[in-house]
Protein backbone atom coordinates (compact mmCIF):
# COMPACT_ATOMS: atom_id res chain seq x y z
CA UNK A 1 0.00 0.00 0.00
CA UNK A 2 1.30 3.32 -1.09
CA UNK A 3 0.85 6.63 1.70
CA UNK A 4 0.00 10.09 0.63
CA UNK A 5 1.19 12.55 2.53
CA UNK A 6 -1.16 13.84 4.80
CA UNK A 7 -2.77 17.44 3.68
CA UNK A 8 -4.46 19.87 6.69
CA UNK A 9 -8.09 19.55 5.19
CA UNK A 10 -9.29 21.32 8.17
CA UNK A 11 -10.38 24.68 6.92
CA UNK A 12 -11.17 28.42 9.17
CA UNK A 13 -12.56 31.10 8.26
CA UNK A 14 -11.91 32.77 5.02
CA UNK A 15 -10.91 36.38 6.00
CA UNK A 16 -9.17 36.27 8.87
CA UNK A 17 -8.76 39.55 11.13
CA UNK A 18 -6.75 39.91 14.30
CA UNK A 19 -8.43 38.37 17.36
CA UNK A 20 -8.21 37.22 20.52
CA UNK A 21 -11.58 35.69 21.00
CA UNK A 22 -12.34 32.15 21.62
CA UNK A 23 -15.54 31.96 22.06
CA UNK A 24 -17.63 28.70 22.03
CA UNK A 25 -20.95 27.23 23.06
CA UNK A 26 -22.41 24.08 23.71
CA UNK A 27 -23.44 21.13 20.53
CA UNK A 28 -26.09 22.63 18.62
CA UNK A 29 -28.51 21.46 15.60
CA UNK A 30 -28.60 25.50 14.64
CA UNK A 31 -32.45 25.25 15.12
CA UNK A 32 -32.17 26.41 19.01
CA UNK A 33 -30.66 29.19 20.13
CA UNK A 34 -27.13 28.36 22.54
CA UNK A 35 -26.24 30.35 25.34
CA UNK A 36 -22.68 30.18 27.56
CA UNK A 37 -22.03 32.95 30.12
CA UNK A 38 -18.08 33.92 30.21
CA UNK A 39 -17.31 36.19 33.01
CA UNK A 40 -15.13 38.79 32.54
CA UNK A 41 -11.86 39.66 34.45
CA UNK A 42 -13.24 41.93 36.93
CA UNK A 43 -13.76 41.73 40.42
CA UNK A 44 -17.50 42.34 39.81
CA UNK A 45 -17.62 39.32 37.97
CA UNK A 46 -19.86 40.95 35.07
CA UNK A 47 -21.22 38.34 32.52
CA UNK A 48 -21.67 38.73 29.13
CA UNK A 49 -24.02 35.86 27.84
CA UNK A 50 -23.31 34.66 23.91
CA UNK A 51 -26.29 33.68 21.85
CA UNK A 52 -26.27 31.52 18.82
CA UNK A 53 -27.56 33.19 16.00
CA UNK A 54 -29.66 30.83 13.74
CA UNK A 55 -31.25 32.42 11.13
CA UNK A 56 -30.76 32.04 7.57
CA UNK A 57 -29.07 28.46 7.86
CA UNK A 58 -28.10 26.54 4.97
CA UNK A 59 -30.40 23.64 4.27
CA UNK A 60 -28.88 19.96 3.90
CA UNK A 61 -27.22 19.41 -0.06
CA UNK A 62 -29.64 17.17 -2.09
CA UNK A 63 -26.68 15.34 -2.90
CA UNK A 64 -26.70 11.11 -1.74
CA UNK A 65 -23.40 11.78 -0.67
CA UNK A 66 -22.19 14.71 1.80
CA UNK A 67 -18.89 16.24 2.93
CA UNK A 68 -18.03 17.56 6.10
CA UNK A 69 -14.37 18.91 7.33
CA UNK A 70 -13.30 19.99 10.69
CA UNK A 71 -12.55 23.51 11.35
CA UNK A 72 -14.27 27.18 12.31
CA UNK A 73 -16.73 28.14 9.66
CA UNK A 74 -19.52 30.92 8.61
CA UNK A 75 -22.54 29.79 9.61
CA UNK A 76 -24.27 29.06 5.98
CA UNK A 77 -21.07 26.68 5.16
CA UNK A 78 -22.54 23.87 7.78
CA UNK A 79 -25.67 22.72 7.05
CA UNK A 80 -28.78 22.92 9.10
CA UNK A 81 -28.71 19.69 11.06
CA UNK A 82 -25.65 17.97 9.96
CA UNK A 83 -24.50 16.56 13.99
CA UNK A 84 -27.58 14.64 13.91
CA UNK A 85 -26.39 12.46 10.82
CA UNK A 86 -24.58 8.94 10.47
CA UNK A 87 -21.15 10.08 9.63
CA UNK A 88 -18.04 7.89 8.47
CA UNK A 89 -14.60 9.27 8.72
CA UNK A 90 -11.20 9.02 6.95
CA UNK A 91 -8.58 8.90 9.90
CA UNK A 92 -4.79 8.68 9.59
CA UNK A 93 -2.87 6.87 11.91
CA UNK A 94 0.62 5.58 12.20
CA UNK A 95 1.33 6.13 8.19
CA UNK A 96 -2.02 4.24 7.14
CA UNK A 97 -5.33 5.53 6.06
CA UNK A 98 -9.08 3.82 8.15
CA UNK A 99 -12.38 4.51 7.17
CA UNK A 100 -14.72 3.76 10.06
CA UNK A 101 -18.01 5.34 12.29
CA UNK A 102 -17.28 8.48 13.69
CA UNK A 103 -19.31 11.22 15.37
CA UNK A 104 -19.14 14.97 15.09
CA UNK A 105 -20.05 18.14 16.83
CA UNK A 106 -21.19 21.57 16.26
CA UNK A 107 -20.80 24.59 18.21
CA UNK A 108 -21.55 28.43 17.85
CA UNK A 109 -18.17 30.57 17.69
CA UNK A 110 -17.18 33.70 17.13
CA UNK A 111 -16.89 34.55 13.33
CA UNK A 112 -13.97 37.49 13.39
CA UNK A 113 -15.41 38.22 9.73
CA UNK A 114 -18.96 38.65 10.34
CA UNK A 115 -19.66 38.93 14.71
CA UNK A 116 -19.38 42.70 15.70
CA UNK A 117 -18.27 43.59 19.98
CA UNK A 118 -21.22 44.94 20.15
CA UNK A 119 -24.11 43.82 22.50
CA UNK A 120 -27.58 43.67 21.60
CA UNK A 121 -29.84 43.34 25.09
CA UNK A 122 -27.06 42.45 27.22
CA UNK A 123 -26.05 39.34 24.77
CA UNK A 124 -23.72 39.26 22.07
CA UNK A 125 -25.06 37.16 18.88
CA UNK A 126 -21.90 34.79 17.45
CA UNK A 127 -22.57 33.67 14.36
CA UNK A 128 -19.62 30.98 13.48
CA UNK A 129 -19.63 27.30 13.71
CA UNK A 130 -16.74 25.34 14.80
CA UNK A 131 -16.98 21.40 13.59
CA UNK A 132 -15.01 18.91 15.97
CA UNK A 133 -14.17 15.16 15.64
CA UNK A 134 -14.56 12.91 17.88
CA UNK A 135 -10.70 12.03 17.23
CA UNK A 136 -8.11 14.27 16.86
CA UNK A 137 -6.77 12.54 13.19
CA UNK A 138 -9.69 13.06 11.01
CA UNK A 139 -8.77 13.92 7.60
CA UNK A 140 -12.49 14.24 6.56
CA UNK A 141 -16.13 13.07 6.91
CA UNK A 142 -18.75 11.72 4.83
CA UNK A 143 -21.94 10.29 5.13
CA UNK A 144 -24.65 8.69 3.18
CA UNK A 145 -22.43 6.53 1.54
CA UNK A 146 -24.28 2.95 1.06
CA UNK A 147 -21.74 0.65 0.56
CA UNK A 148 -18.97 0.43 2.29
CA UNK A 149 -16.27 -1.56 4.76
CA UNK A 150 -14.91 0.16 7.71
CA UNK A 151 -11.11 -0.97 8.00
CA UNK A 152 -7.69 0.06 6.20
CA UNK A 153 -8.10 1.38 3.05
CA UNK A 154 -5.71 1.50 -0.09
CA UNK A 155 -4.53 4.64 -1.11
CA UNK A 156 -2.15 6.71 -3.62
CA UNK A 157 1.21 8.76 -3.26
CA UNK A 158 2.09 11.82 -4.94
CA UNK A 159 5.00 13.62 -4.75
CA UNK A 160 2.87 16.90 -6.17
CA UNK A 161 -0.71 17.84 -5.49
CA UNK A 162 -0.71 20.26 -8.33
CA UNK A 163 -0.49 20.24 -11.80
CA UNK A 164 0.98 23.00 -14.33
CA UNK A 165 -0.96 23.58 -17.68
CA UNK A 166 -0.14 20.34 -20.11
CA UNK A 167 1.39 18.54 -17.60
CA UNK A 168 0.21 15.59 -16.06
CA UNK A 169 0.47 13.07 -12.72
CA UNK A 170 0.51 9.39 -13.36
CA UNK A 171 0.43 6.67 -10.80
CA UNK A 172 -0.24 2.90 -10.73
CA UNK A 173 -2.76 1.80 -8.07
CA UNK A 174 -3.30 -2.28 -7.68
CA UNK A 175 -1.16 -2.93 -10.98
CA UNK A 176 -3.17 -0.57 -13.17
CA UNK A 177 -1.89 2.18 -14.55
CA UNK A 178 -3.62 5.88 -13.75
CA UNK A 179 -3.21 10.02 -14.75
CA UNK A 180 -5.18 12.92 -14.36
CA UNK A 181 -3.46 15.53 -16.89
CA UNK A 182 -4.17 18.92 -17.00
CA UNK A 183 -4.87 21.50 -20.07
CA UNK A 184 -5.53 25.10 -19.94
CA UNK A 185 -4.10 28.47 -21.53
CA UNK A 186 -1.61 30.51 -19.64
CA UNK A 187 -2.11 34.31 -19.58
CA UNK A 188 -0.21 37.27 -18.12
CA UNK A 189 -1.09 39.69 -15.77
CA UNK A 190 1.91 41.71 -15.29
CA UNK A 191 5.80 41.31 -14.78
CA UNK A 192 6.16 37.83 -13.15
CA UNK A 193 2.51 37.42 -12.90
CA UNK A 194 0.21 34.93 -14.75
CA UNK A 195 -3.16 33.05 -14.61
CA UNK A 196 -4.94 30.57 -16.38
CA UNK A 197 -7.83 30.08 -18.63
CA UNK A 198 -9.95 27.26 -19.44
CA UNK A 199 -8.19 25.18 -17.29
CA UNK A 200 -9.56 21.36 -16.17
CA UNK A 201 -8.29 17.97 -15.27
CA UNK A 202 -8.70 14.98 -16.92
CA UNK A 203 -8.17 11.65 -15.84
CA UNK A 204 -7.38 8.48 -17.28
CA UNK A 205 -7.91 4.88 -16.23
CA UNK A 206 -8.88 1.43 -16.58
CA UNK A 207 -12.21 -0.06 -15.50
CA UNK A 208 -13.50 -3.75 -16.56
CA UNK A 209 -10.60 -3.82 -18.91
CA UNK A 210 -11.33 -1.09 -20.86
CA UNK A 211 -9.04 2.64 -20.75
CA UNK A 212 -11.18 5.41 -20.40
CA UNK A 213 -10.33 9.35 -20.59
CA UNK A 214 -12.97 11.71 -18.56
CA UNK A 215 -13.32 15.34 -17.87
CA UNK A 216 -13.13 15.99 -14.14
CA UNK A 217 -13.80 19.53 -13.86
CA UNK A 218 -13.03 22.76 -15.72
CA UNK A 219 -13.56 26.72 -15.73
CA UNK A 220 -12.77 29.14 -18.58
CA UNK A 221 -11.61 31.58 -15.09
CA UNK A 222 -9.37 32.04 -12.56
CA UNK A 223 -8.43 33.87 -10.04
CA UNK A 224 -5.40 33.35 -8.40
CA UNK A 225 -6.37 29.60 -7.75
CA UNK A 226 -5.62 26.39 -9.28
CA UNK A 227 -7.26 22.76 -8.44
CA UNK A 228 -5.32 20.58 -6.09
CA UNK A 229 -5.99 16.99 -5.13
CA UNK A 230 -5.91 16.72 -1.50
CA UNK A 231 -6.33 12.61 -1.15
CA UNK A 232 -6.88 9.46 -3.47
CA UNK A 233 -7.84 6.15 -2.23
CA UNK A 234 -10.69 3.21 -2.72
CA UNK A 235 -13.26 4.62 -0.24
CA UNK A 236 -15.99 1.98 -1.97
CA UNK A 237 -13.44 -1.09 -2.41
CA UNK A 238 -14.06 -1.41 -6.21
CA UNK A 239 -9.88 -1.29 -6.85
CA UNK A 240 -10.58 2.13 -8.41
CA UNK A 241 -8.99 5.15 -6.60
CA UNK A 242 -11.55 7.48 -5.36
CA UNK A 243 -10.57 11.12 -5.66
CA UNK A 244 -10.72 14.19 -3.01
CA UNK A 245 -10.11 17.44 -4.83
CA UNK A 246 -10.23 21.19 -4.79
CA UNK A 247 -11.73 22.43 -7.53
CA UNK A 248 -12.05 26.31 -6.60
CA UNK A 249 -11.35 28.84 -9.38
CA UNK A 250 -10.74 31.70 -7.02
CA UNK A 251 -8.92 32.64 -4.24
CA UNK A 252 -11.04 33.34 -1.56
CA UNK A 253 -13.48 30.06 -1.92
CA UNK A 254 -12.74 26.42 -1.62
CA UNK A 255 -14.62 24.08 -3.15
CA UNK A 256 -13.96 20.28 -1.69
CA UNK A 257 -15.16 17.51 -4.07
CA UNK A 258 -15.93 13.70 -3.90
CA UNK A 259 -15.71 12.05 -7.17
CA UNK A 260 -16.35 8.23 -6.67
CA UNK A 261 -15.71 5.26 -9.04
CA UNK A 262 -18.58 2.78 -8.19
CA UNK A 263 -21.25 5.90 -9.09
CA UNK A 264 -20.07 6.99 -12.23
CA UNK A 265 -22.29 6.60 -15.43
CA UNK A 266 -22.25 3.75 -18.10
CA UNK A 267 -18.50 4.25 -20.20
CA UNK A 268 -17.19 7.41 -17.26
CA UNK A 269 -14.69 6.27 -14.74
CA UNK A 270 -16.05 9.02 -12.10
CA UNK A 271 -18.90 10.67 -10.87
CA UNK A 272 -18.78 13.95 -8.46
CA UNK A 273 -21.20 12.65 -5.49
CA UNK A 274 -20.33 15.79 -2.83
CA UNK A 275 -19.41 19.58 -2.91
CA UNK A 276 -17.95 21.24 0.63
CA UNK A 277 -17.61 24.83 -0.20
CA UNK A 278 -16.57 27.88 1.89
CA UNK A 279 -16.92 31.39 1.07
CA UNK A 280 -14.55 34.27 1.14
CA UNK A 281 -15.89 37.51 3.12
Known sequence: ???????????????????????????????????ANKPNASNDKV????????????????TPIKLMLEGSFHKQEVWQGAEKKPWLAVFYENNRYYLRSTALSIHPAYDPVYDSDQEIEGSRVI???EVLSQDSSTVFFLTGLTKYTEGELDTVAFKRNIIPANRALRY??????????????????GKNEYSY???????????????????????????????????AGDLDRDGIPDLLIDIS??????????FLSSMADKGKLYKQVALFQTIGC
Request: hydrophobic share 35%.
Open 197 to 231: RNYGWKVGGTKKGRRIEQILAEDAQFDESIYMLLW
Open 172 to 189: TFKGKPYSISAYGDSVQL
Open 127 to 129: SGR
Open 1 to 35: MRILLLLPLALFFSCKQSSNKTVSGPPTDHALAAE
Open 47 to 62: YVTYVADTTNLSPEPE
Open 249 to 258: NHYNVSSIAL
